[in-house]
């Protein structure tokens, strides 16, 4: 089974402050691709970053990062420098090519960035 | 269209009622996805549509649950008898269809069965 796990439902974080959110998966395909998604209270799924399974470098989006572990499946997001506009429901999914290109999504972690 | 649009935006039905959700995808997206999303939990995957076939409607929960989509366009969905689990916030997100390309979401129907 493809599954996707977020052990941290909610967390908080100052404003300025560096956050960690993070996601393992299950799959026992070789190649996929690894997604964070951003939901704001607006419901609007907004992508924030990608990673292809097969690049050992870390996706990097201006304040967002990966943690990419592919031998320990894990696929943490690194928020930097935080915002109060960051406040939102985070989700890890990944598709994988073996399939029907379905993206399989965690449960979410509640972000709520503090003044 | 600009982006992903969903209708209506809310809709309260009285439960054993059928409801129809719409979705209009991003022009020349080819893959079609429904997903459901309960209070608190994550996204659950209903079905999936490349072109006007769904090559994965393994999610669907029950026969009450069907979708079509037309002219790889316009995509329904459709809950027949509805029951109050059925209350969630359905969302629907197109693509290129290519593994790696970013999934557009629309806003969403809240849909409450009373």
């Known amino acids: 089974a493809q599954t996707v796990t977020q052990s941290q439902p909610e967390m908080s974080v100052q404003e300025a402050e560096t956050v960690t959110l993070s996601c393992t998966y299950d799959?026992?395909?070789?190649?996929?691709?690894l997604f964070w998604y951003k939901q704001p209270p607006s419901r609007q799924m907004i992508l924030v970053i990608r990673?292809?399974?097969?690049?050992?470098q870390n996706a990097t989006e201006n304040r967002f990062s990966v943690n990419f572990q592919k031998a320990a499946k894990s696929f943490s997001l690194k928020i930097s420098d935080s915002q109060l506009g960051d406040t939102a429901m985070y989700f890890c999914a990944f598709v994988t090519q073996g399939g029907s290109e379905k993206l399989v999504f965690g449960k979410g972690t509640k972000l709520t960035v503090n003044p | 269209g600009a982006g992903v649009s969903q209708s209506p935006s809310n809709k309260v039905t009285e439960k054993g009622k059928d409801v129809e959700l719409r979705c209009d995808p991003i022009s020349g997206h080819t893959a079609l996805y429904w997903y459901r999303q309960s209070l608190g939990q994550g996204l659950e995957f209903l079905i999936y549509?490349?072109?006007?076939?769904?090559?994965?409607k393994s999610g669907l929960p029950s026969d009450r649950f069907s979708a079509e989509r037309t002219g790889g366009s316009v995509s329904t969905l459709t809950i027949q008898r509805t029951q109050q689990e059925d209350s969630a916030v359905y969302l629907c997100?197109?693509?290129?269809?290519?593994?790696?390309?970013?999934?557009?979401f629309g806003q969403g129907t809240r849909l409450t069965v009373v």
């Open positions: 799959t026992s395909e070789s190649n996929y691709y």
């Open positions: 990673q292809e399974a097969y690049k050992q």
């Open positions: 997100a197109s693509s290129l269809g290519r593994m790696n390309t970013e999934a557009f």
């Open positions: 549509f490349q072109g006007n076939s769904a090559p994965d």
